[in-house]
């Protein structure tokens, strides 16, 4: 096919806003949605060649297998063997060893499978991935070991029929997508049959099922819909929108009006899409997408650049090294095994890909077999470093009183056990305890200090206790306002309790709503406990806590608290001061001159991420609260 500057362009466009999104940068809480640009670019490019092969009579699958291999597998494995070193010299054991696992997965082209099944694209959990990008390389390549065969099996059993096929079956996978995102999210957003249409798209676009444009104001008008469409989602969208599902359908959209244009006549979008700079970051953007992320990670971990950088210029750093190490492996991998002295010819590069494979698989294995190569560290330091893989399911009652948008991604709360959870026992106190995962760690400690008081608990991932949720279209949030709309217009309208704890992770925003909550349990006669921000750290504590071991600093996770949580710690206080109900302070219970307790008397980290309390830390919280202010 003919080569198309403004596509490379598009492909800018599309890597830029992801290495902005995960960059934390303003102004693109949408940017995740490049990776569905991308989707529809490959799909369009990638059938094009195809059906090319096919108009000329060529078509194999082994070769298009070959292309694929050329194509993606040297970039990909040069990222992978750089991360596992940087892997090996940065984390704990535990943490190599879930590395090695997604390494293992990564290579084999099914870490989106991984990924889903151990945490959610845009939760806190997938800032300890490493290699979490890779999940949109395994859709695309699961979509292609199938794509080929799926052609052949048509041109033989219904020639002529092609074009109907390729559009039920983006229709049909369009709408499990739609169906799936407000049941399973999750699953919704890594599986390949959810974006099996975002290719598919490209394959209608390729095969000319959609008519060209005639009228050249039409076609202008398309192409600048499309750039309007694609950076609308950018700014627009967030992580709290259900995606892909319905949502998806603006930057899919929006990439194929501009696919589509650039093929019937130049317009100003595609003149634009064809200057320099972005061409040349469209060339460099696969390499940009597979490095942007593991150097994100090791620097957000792990502080890689030297020490001391502000913030922004930390960051702008960041962005120039993942594009350098994007130019170099475009320039000395990516050319080199495509068209230079390191193409292969068949046979040789099939030998090479399977050794390249095996090579990978050793080095997950090693990490594996040696329980994360603990020999790198101290024993005390592997012994506080385990904690990282806590196990909170039996602590937070998961499943029974903490749901989670982890069974089965329903939007509901079936999983609260209300005959367990929520039973009052006569002749004690009887607290309930409301919140978020930041109220679910709070349970263990104290169900166990409270001897005369009993502790029901409504809790759920995401669910702030406040009478309004942030975004009721969510499936997290719809969710959480149904258990909310149970706590507070159901449960407590009909059981008199002797206290509400309101745990969560409270941010700015929260205190207009939570001024509300606490005046609608004043008007009611509710008695209520209010827990301030958790005291929360950069890094996981029991990663800080081994590094404090290594580099014989006792204080270091002093220096890594976020420094933020004071000033909201405050207005809250101030908020229930106002309000006149009993307020929980975690900075006045476990911190004294500035330097906070972070573990046990027999040296437990209180918590085993940035902030959620592990059982002693929970335990420490309580005794402390015993005698304070609990009514």
């Not at 940017?31 to 529809?40: E, K």
């Not at 195809?50 to 194999?60: C, E, H, L, P, Q």
């Not at 291999?69 to 070193?85: K, N």
């Not at 093929?263 to 970051?281: D, E, G, I, Y």
Request: net charge positive; proline share 5%.
């Amino acid at each position: 096919m003919k080569y198309r500057a403004d596509i490379d362009g598009l492909r800018a466009v599309a890597v830029i806003p992801v290495v902005a999104f995960h960059t934390h940068l303003p102004f693109f809480g949408g940017g995740f949605i490049g990776v569905d640009v991308f989707f529809v670019i490959s799909g369009y490019l990638i059938s094009s060649i195809i059906f090319d092969d096919v108009n000329a009579g060529r078509f194999s699958v082994v070769s298009f297998y070959e292309r694929r291999i050329r194509r993606i597998f040297p970039a990909l494995v040069a990222t992978l063997l750089i991360t596992s070193v940087l892997a090996y010299r940065y984390l704990l054991p535990d943490e190599l060893c879930a590395f090695a696992i997604s390494l293992f997965a990564s290579v084999f082209s099914v870490s989106n499978f991984y990924f889903w099944r151990v945490s959610g694209y845009f939760s806190h959990a997938s800032d300890q991935q490493p290699l979490l990008h890779t999940w949109s390389l395994s859709v695309e390549e699961q979509f292609y070991l199938l794509f080929p065969l799926f052609l052949v099996l048509i041109r033989r059993m219904f020639p002529g029929r092609l074009r109907t096929f390729v559009v039920v079956a983006a229709a049909v996978s369009f709408l499990a997508s739609a169906i799936q995102v407000f049941h399973e999210p999750t699953a919704a957003f890594y599986f390949p049959q959810s974006r099996a249409w975002e290719l598919l798209l490209g394959t209608i676009l390729a095969i000319g099922i959609i008519p060209p444009i005639h009228c050249r104001l039409a076609n202008e008008i398309a192409a600048a819909s499309g750039l309007i469409l694609i950076i609308g989602a950018v700014v627009a969208f967030n992580v709290t929108l259900p995606f892909p599902g319905i949502s998806a359908l603006v930057p899919c959209i929006g990439a194929g009006l501009i696919i589509h244009s650039g093929r019937c006549a130049p317009t100003v979008a595609c003149r634009a899409l064809s200057t320099a700079p972005l061409v040349f970051v469209g060339t460099i953007s696969y390499s940009l997408y597979l490095w942007h992320w593991p150097l994100l990670f090791f620097q957000n971990n792990f502080s890689i650049l030297p020490a001391g950088l502000p913030g922004p210029i930390a960051k702008i750093l960041l962005v120039l090294s993942s594009i350098a190490f994007a130019a170099v492996t475009w320039r000395f991998v990516e050319q080199p095994f495509r068209r230079g002295p390191l193409r292969l010819e068949r046979r040789r590069l099939f030998v090479a890909f399977g050794a390249a494979i095996g090579a990978t698989s050793c080095i997950a294995a090693i990490a594996l077999l040696t329980h994360g190569i603990p020999s790198r560290f101290t024993a005390a330091a592997v012994r506080v470093g385990s904690y990282i893989s806590y196990d909170t399911s039996g602590d937070y009652r998961t499943g029974k009183c903490f749901t989670t948008s982890d069974v089965g991604d329903a939007p509901s709360f079936a999983d609260l056990n209300t005959d367990i959870c929520m039973r009052k026992v006569e002749g004690k106190k009887n607290y309930l305890l409301l919140g978020d995962s930041y109220a679910a760690d709070l349970w263990y400690g104290l169900s166990r200090s409270i001897t005369d008081g009993n502790v029901l608990q409504a809790t759920g991932a995401g669910c702030k206790p406040l009478l309004e949720t942030a975004d009721p279209n969510t499936s997290v949030s719809r969710r959480c306002a149904n258990l909310m709309h149970y706590a507070f217009s159901d449960y407590l309208i009909k059981n008199k309790v002797d206290g509400v704890l309101l745990a969560g992770a409270w941010s700015d925003a929260d205190i207009p709503n939570l001024a509300a909550t606490l005046d609608w349990a004043r008007d009611r006669d509710v008695v209520v406990v209010l827990f301030g921000p958790k005291i929360v750290y950069d890094a996981p504590l029991p990663r800080l806590m081994a590094a404090a071991i290594e580099e014989g600093k006792a204080r270091l996770p002093d220096w890594h608290r976020t420094a933020s949580f004071r000033i909201l710690d405050e207005r809250i206080r101030t908020l229930a001061r106002e309000k006149n109900v009993s307020y929980v302070s975690y900075y006045d219970l476990l911190c004294v001159g500035g330097a906070c307790q972070f573990s046990d008397e027999n040296g437990h980290p209180l918590a085993f991420d940035r902030g959620h309390l592990t059982k002693w830390g929970s335990q420490v919280v309580a005794d402390k609260l015993q005698a304070a202010n609990l009514p």
